[in-house]
């Protein structure tokens, strides 16, 4: 089962993917993830992508398109993938449509723009392998380190106010338009993300057919 995660920062997308990761048993591509990885190790990749992400602006489709066709053609996703915040252009869509990538359901996690900003301040990434917590909401076993793989969590740096806020400009001009894209296509789930983590999980499982 091929899946997309669509929805405005701070939604809920990475959360969510981790949770189908667990239950489907199908990998998740994150860009976001793969770009800080990226930064971090220095490649060239990262130097050019780091510009665009510190000021909340999208890195060119050219880059993301490259690293996504390599990912989607590991072993691994044979099965089935996730992707999170990926697509995120028309131009990314239409790209994956024209490389064969098959897409079975598109789920956009709707989330109004006022609740994004007490999730941002309140997240903490996994600096090794990019998991997200909420200080509040949800919070790791023991603070400051990962449930999952015992990495240091940390904030990160687009997640300050004012760069929310261009990045949720961002998304209404050039990301929300694929809600269109793919209802057209059949594909479109809408999700609430205004409910608790388990909610919008159990509604996702329900809506691609996964509950038992
Ligand atoms: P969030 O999940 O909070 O929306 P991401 O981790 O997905 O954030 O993305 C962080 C940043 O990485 C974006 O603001 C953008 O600069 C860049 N980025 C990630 N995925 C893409 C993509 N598919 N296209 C363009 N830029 C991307
Ligand atoms: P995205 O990948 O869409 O940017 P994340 O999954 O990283 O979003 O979630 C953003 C922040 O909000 C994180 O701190 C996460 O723990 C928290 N969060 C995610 N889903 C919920 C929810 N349903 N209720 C409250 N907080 C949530
Ligand atoms: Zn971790």
Request: net charge negative; charged share 25%.
């Amino acid at each position: 089962m091929n899946l997309i995660l669509l929805g405005a920062p701070g939604a809920g997308k990475g959360t969510q993917a981790e949770l189908l990761m667990e239950r489907l048993h199908i990998p998740s591509i994150s860009t976001g993830n793969m770009l800080r990885e990226a930064i971090k190790n220095g490649t060239d990749l990262g130097k050019q992508a780091k510009v665009y992400m510190d000021g909340g602006l999208l890195v060119p489709d050219a880059l993301i398109l490259g690293i996504v066709a390599e990912r989607v053609a590991q072993p691994d996703c044979a099965n089935g993938f996730i992707l999170d915040g990926v697509p995120r252009t028309l131009a990314q869509a239409e790209a994956l449509d024209a490389r064969g990538v098959e897409i079975h359901h598109v789920l956009s996690i709707e989330i109004d723009d006022g609740i994004i900003e007490g999730r941002m301040t309140g997240r903490r990434v996994c600096a090794k392998c990019g998991a997200s917590y909420h200080i509040v909401a949800n919070p790791p076993k023991t603070e400051g380190v990962c449930d999952i793989c015992g990495g240091e969590l940390v904030s990160r740096q687009d997640d300050a106010p004012e760069t929310v806020r261009r990045r949720l400009e961002v998304y209404h001009a050039s990301t929300e338009v694929l809600k269109d894209y793919y209802a057209r296509q059949g594909k479109l789930r809408l999700i609430r993300g205004d409910q608790s983590i388990e909610g919008a999980n159990q509604e996702i499982l329900t809506a691609i057919g996964a509950k038992e």
